[in-house]
Every structure is written in C-alpha cells, then in structure tokens.
C-alpha cells in the first residue's frame, strides 16, 4: 500500500507559481510511475503531468507544456510540480497519483493509477 500525501496549493494571482509536493508515506516510489492529475468543479478528472524515475521522462498535456515541469527528488519518495504563469483555467484541486512501473495502458488515464492522494486546491485569481 502506497499513501500519498500532498501539499503546497493555495491562493495565487495569474501569472504567479506554486510547487505542488507529493509525499510517500515511508517507502520508495521507485517502482511507479508518477502523475499529477487535477478537477476542476463540474468536470472531469484530467491529466496534467507523468515521469518514470529510471530515465526521468516526463509527458504533459498541452495546456501546461512549457508551464509546469515535474520532478523527483534523489530519495525517489517526493514528487513535485513546479508550476509557473499560472493561469485561472488551472484552478483545480490537484492530485498526484502512482501506478506501477509495469502497468499497460494509456499514462494520461486514471483508471491506470493505483494509488492517489488526497489533493490539494489550487486556485488562480484574475
């Protein structure tokens, strides 16, 4: 069992940054892959950013290419999501999420995660 548990969202101005973190309780992530989702209110649960830790490739969805960029640190217990130009169309609350190394199937579906946090809101003002 995976626990995730994230933090660092809060209230910014467009254009401002926030760096999301996403913790594992006492074990290493090093054999999932790593993805931050987010849900906006009335919509659907939509990928945002996914890595591997053995070639840290890293894949992102459009709207935040060149935007946000995720990392992990050495110990492979913390993930984070730097984001920066904010803009309101990323209020959302965020999650991150962990699915196994080995899992098939599409990385940008999260009916593929095994474990998610609980997120953590983040909003933009205009």
């Known amino acids: 069992q995976v626990q995730l548990v994230e933090s660092g969202g809060g209230l910014v101005q467009a254009g401002g940054s926030l760096r999301l973190s996403c913790a594992a309780s006492?074990?290493?992530?090093?054999?999932?892959?790593m993805g931050w989702f987010r849900q906006a209110p009335g919509k659907e649960r939509e990928f945002v950013a996914v890595?591997?830790?053995?070639?840290?490739?890293?894949y992102y969805t459009d709207s935040v290419r060149g935007r946000f960029t995720i990392s992990g640190d050495n110990a492979k217990t913390t993930v984070y999501l730097q984001m920066n130009s904010l803009k309101p169309e990323d209020t959302a609350v965020y999650y991150c999420a962990a699915r196994l190394f080995t899992t098939s199937g599409a990385y940008y579906s999260p009916a593929r995660y095994n474990y998610w946090g609980q997120g953590t809101q983040v909003t933009v003002s205009s």
């Open positions: 006492g074990r290493s992530l090093s054999s999932y892959n």
């Open positions: 890595m591997s830790w053995g070639g840290r490739s890293t």
